[in-house]
């Protein structure tokens, strides 16, 4: 990419299947480390697409397991 060309912001989809992690930080309120931890050791799906360095979770898993979680 061309020095001084604007990076495209990033847009919240909440229907989406994948969310980044930085999504899903900001969405649900789990610290970003919690959540790479997570993925990394498999207590949550996670997805790296080739040639993609970032990590996105898939959204129903996260969801699914944010309601095991759940207190009262």
Same mark, same amino acid.
């Given at each position: 990419?061309?020095?001084? &060309?604007? /990076?495209?912001?990033? &847009?919240?989809?909440?229907?989406?299947?994948?969310?980044?992690?930085?999504?899903?930080?900001? =969405?649900?309120?789990?610290?970003?480390?919690?959540?790479? *931890?997570?993925?990394?050791?498999? =207590? /949550?799906?996670?997805?790296?697409?080739?040639?993609?360095? #970032?990590?996105?979770?898939?959204?129903? *898993?996260?969801? #699914?397991?944010? =309601? &095991?979680?759940?207190?009262?």
């Amino acid at each position: 990419m061309p020095r001084g &060309t604007p /990076v495209r912001a990033p &847009t919240s989809r909440p229907n989406a299947r994948l969310v980044s992690l930085k999504h899903a930080e900001a =969405e649900y309120g789990l610290p970003y480390a919690q959540l790479l *931890d997570l993925a990394k050791r498999g =207590e /949550v799906a996670a997805v790296r697409p080739p040639n993609v360095r #970032r990590i996105f979770l898939v959204r129903a *898993d996260l969801e #699914r397991k944010l =309601e &095991t979680w759940s207190v009262a």
